[in-house]
């Protein structure tokens, strides 16, 4: 079936310094990858998606390249903001079943 | 741009009141989902929809009930509410996989 694996935050960083927020996949068939990011009391916004192997999605500065060989789909940001702070989910998708990760809370400080 | 609406943003209820959360979307998508958000931000979905008078049970077990009777509104009831219902709802809709949320409701039972 499908899972997915975040790593645990919080992930704490000062302003600009880069970003590495680590997710691994397991999927049957040909998942489509995403990142949502939540921010304080709203819902989920989709952030960036890729739906094939080595397809790179990208928004805001943020980055995520889609893995088969390692079944990692890791988001990374050149320089965090304090306005990156947030939560941040990576999804999974195969055959119709969408498998949410944990989430990874990031906080940025000036 | 997408547009899906939840109501109410915040609601307060006493034990044993029968409470129905609203859910619209407007852009016309078959599959709509609940989810529970726990305070360690995990995502448990709890019901979902792939169109009209199609509902079916989530992954996590819920004491909750919705109907699907129009595309746009996929409402949720909770007959007979108490303290461990208390939680962030939110609801969603999707097209290829993509996920779209409302800003979601913050229930609290006493």
């Known amino acids: 079936g499908n899972s997915v694996t975040q790593m645990e935050g919080p992930v704490t960083l000062s302003e600009e310094a880069f970003l590495t927020i680590n997710c691994t996949y397991t999927?049957?068939?040909?998942?489509?990858l995403f990142w949502y990011v939540q921010y304080p009391g709203e819902g989920l916004q989709l952030l960036l998606k890729?739906?094939?192997?080595?397809d790179k999605g990208s928004n805001k500065g943020f980055e995520a390249t889609y893995r088969k060989e390692t079944t990692s789909f890791h988001l990374e940001k050149g320089s965090v903001q304090v306005s990156d702070s947030a939560v941040y989910f990576c999804?999974?998708?195969?055959?119709?079943?969408?498998?949410f990760g944990t989430g990874t809370r990031l906080l940025v400080s000036p | 741009e997408a547009d899906i609406y939840q109501t109410p943003r915040y609601l307060v209820i006493g034990t044993g009141k029968k409470i129905t959360l609203e859910c619209s979307q407007t852009?016309?998508?078959?599959?709509m989902y609940w989810y529970q958000q726990d305070p360690g931000m995990e995502l448990h979905l709890i019901h979902y929809?792939?169109?009209?008078?199609?509902?079916e049970k989530g992954d996590l077990s819920s004491e909750s009930t919705v109907s699907r009777i129009r595309t746009e509104h996929f409402p949720l009831t909770l007959e007979s509410a108490r303290p461990s219902h208390t939680s962030q709802y939110l609801c969603?809709?999707?097209?290829?996989?993509?996920?779209?949320f409302g800003p979601g409701t913050r229930l609290t039972v006493l």
């Open positions: 999804m999974n998708t195969g055959f119709q079943k969408l498998v």
């Open positions: 999927a049957t068939g040909y998942p489509s």
């Open positions: 890729a739906t094939k192997a080595d």
């Open positions: 852009m016309g998508h078959d599959k």
């Open positions: 969603a809709s999707s097209v290829y996989n993509e996920q779209f």
């Open positions: 929809s792939y169109g009209v008078n199609s509902t």
